[in-house]
């Protein structure tokens, strides 16, 4: 029998405080309305409706193109109960999933799980068993602890019968906060099963905080730049100007610091490397200093999604003596990368040709983590 998912996706968020609707908040760079869709995609639904807020229509039309060819996106209601039968007036096939975009990581198989159970039943919802212990209260006094072994906690997508969930809306006689729920009050049977770990809402801030833990996606990178003093200019280290000191040769500033960064950073991104984003073929790059390729390298990773989080830099030189002005170097570079910069030191002890004052080598590792 064929298949469509009603997406609610048109919750103000208010619980969430983050002055926004929540199917449009991001977590690990993409919004709880992308993650959701990117799920329902892997499971290939029939026939696909989004319900939306009414001033994102556009946009979650825009977004939800990015997944599917074909599918419908219309205007939520009041309360989930009119948002939901809005998307049922939409819906075309036998079967119908309901799937809150609040509960944007719930994987395929709990899907594929609830959609099997249709065979046999009406109305599905999958679930997990409570860790707590649970107990009934009455003016903050324990009246008796409940069996938890007999207790489900409720997620979504909840599937059904599509004649059956219209013929609940039609004979609705209060407001539910689940379509299980509004077909239990009138005598249908509701089967269970086995839900998953990353099924929970999105609601509160704890959640939200919960959810970028479990989701953001962090990488590393590393960057190495060696460049020999040239005879003219000055020289810049780290985006900084060093007095009594020859410019290092390159084709830009040659500033071996900044170059090093900018290839642990794209190399963490996996964005390639300072030479094929801003080589010598890049006639607009000749000269540029090295605070305008960190600049640029931000931009790069922002279009890929992602953020700096860190960065460790190893000087290895004679000269400049870099002790004197580290913290400096430090302050600076964290201001130009917009994230935190550590700068060390060494020396080669006597080894290469660094050993003798004729250039400075710079080694960088980078963390960088999906915009949130």
Not at 202 to 222: H, K, M, Q
């Amino acid at each position: 029998m064929s298949v469509a998912v009603v997406l609610v996706a048109a919750g103000k968020g208010k619980r969430l405080g983050a002055g926004q609707p929540k199917a449009a908040i991001s977590v690990a760079g993409k919004s709880l309305l992308e993650l959701s869709l990117m799920h329902i995609s892997e499971f290939k639904p029939d026939q696909l409706v989004v319900v939306a807020p009414e001033e994102l229509l556009e946009e979650f039309s825009r977004l939800t193109a990015k997944f599917f060819e074909d599918f419908k996106v219309v205007v939520g209601g009041e309360t989930r109960q009119q948002s939901v039968s809005h998307g049922m007036a939409e819906v075309s096939t036998d079967l119908v999933l309901v799937h809150d975009a609040a509960r944007a990581f719930t994987p395929r198989e709990v899907f594929e799980r609830v959609h099997q159970a249709l065979e046999f039943a009406e109305c599905v919802v999958p679930a997990m068993n409570p860790a707590d212990t649970v107990k009934q209260v009455a003016s903050d006094w324990v009246e008796r602890t409940i069996d938890r072994n007999t207790l489900r906690m409720v997620q979504t997508p909840q599937g059904f019968r599509v004649a059956t969930l219209r013929k609940g809306f039609e004979n609705a006689t209060g407001d539910f906060t689940d379509e299980a729920g509004l077909l239990e009050s009138q005598g249908v049977k509701t089967a269970i099963v086995l839900g998953h770990e990353h099924g929970f809402k999105v609601t509160t801030p704890n959640d939200l905080e919960r959810a970028r833990a479990i989701f953001t996606d962090v990488r590393s990178g590393i960057g190495v730049d060696a460049h020999q003093f040239g005879e003219q200019g000055k020289l810049m280290l780290g985006c900084l100007e060093w007095d009594g000191y020859p410019a290092l040769a390159g084709h830009s500033d040659g500033d071996s610091v900044a170059h090093a960064v900018v290839d642990a950073l794209l190399s963490a991104a996996g964005l390639g490397d300072i030479g094929s984003n801003f080589g010598t073929s890049r006639n607009e790059y000749a000269g540029a200093s090295g605070e305008l390729f960190i600049t640029e390298t931000l931009k790069l990773l922002a279009e890929a999604g992602f953020q700096p989080a860190n960065v460790a830099v190893q000087i290895v030189a004679e000269e400049p003596k870099i002790g004197p002005r580290r913290h400096e170097l430090e302050h600076h570079l964290s201001e130009v990368v917009g994230a935190p910069v550590s700068v060390l030191a060494t020396t080669t002890d006597g080894l290469g040709f660094l050993s003798d004052s004729r250039g400075v080598a710079a080694v960088a590792t980078a963390l960088v983590q999906s915009r949130s």
